[in-house]
């Protein structure tokens, strides 16, 4: 697992602003992935208007740091954000963020901002994957507090293993982008 994590990194109140913003312009769908007709996700999502998105250069300039600082990958462009609201029994299972589009890129590094203070919700953790037979559990412990935490910023490999446990009360919000560049060799 990679990963650059900026704890902390947004104040609450900037938080607090940031997710009236988004909420206001929401247009939620149905954000339920299947595979062989089982859900592998369960959500609202929102795509974020990106012409006069307030979200695009801040977050651009994490990936940007992460990227000059840890993964020196060949990046091109941000695909647009998309902003998740995980209510009660609301989950992501395993899965990859890693897509080649029709263009022959791909998925490089994928970015979560939490924009919910962490006493609001129950569950809705983001997990990684640690190739070990003990799961993400152990791993996750100290890690988890960490990313749980409102304003906090991570930016890892868009191939790592990942997923949102379910949320068991309140609700969880978040935006999720993802850069792409050539595929790798």
């Not at 647009?80 to 395993?94: A, C, H, V």
């Not at 897509?99 to 569950?123: A, C, M, P, Q």
């Not at 991570?154 to 919000?173: A, E, L, M, N, Q």
């Amino acid at each position: 697992m990679s990963y650059y994590l900026f704890p902390e990194v947004v104040s609450k109140k900037e938080c607090k602003s940031l997710l009236k913003y988004a909420v206001r312009d929401a247009n939620f769908s149905d954000g339920v992935v299947y595979d062989k007709n089982t859900s592998r996700r369960k959500c609202s999502v929102s795509f974020l208007n990106s012409k006069d998105n307030i979200f695009n250069e801040m977050l651009w300039g994490f990936v940007h740091h992460a990227n000059d600082k840890m993964f020196k990958y060949d990046l091109e462009f941000f695909q647009r954000l998309q902003f998740s609201k995980y209510e009660q029994g609301d989950y992501y299972d395993w899965h990859r963020d890693t897509i080649v589009s029709d263009n022959k890129k791909i998925r490089k590094l994928s970015l979560s901002f939490n924009l919910t203070d962490h006493n609001n919700y129950e569950g809705g953790d983001l997990e990684f994957f640690t190739g070990t037979d003990k799961k993400a559990k152990d791993f996750n412990s100290d890690f988890s507090e960490k990313i749980r935490q409102v304003g906090t910023i991570i930016v890892f490999d868009s191939r790592d293993w990942h997923r949102i446990t379910p949320v068991t009360k309140g609700v969880r919000y978040s935006v999720v982008c993802w850069t792409v560049g050539p595929r790798f060799i």
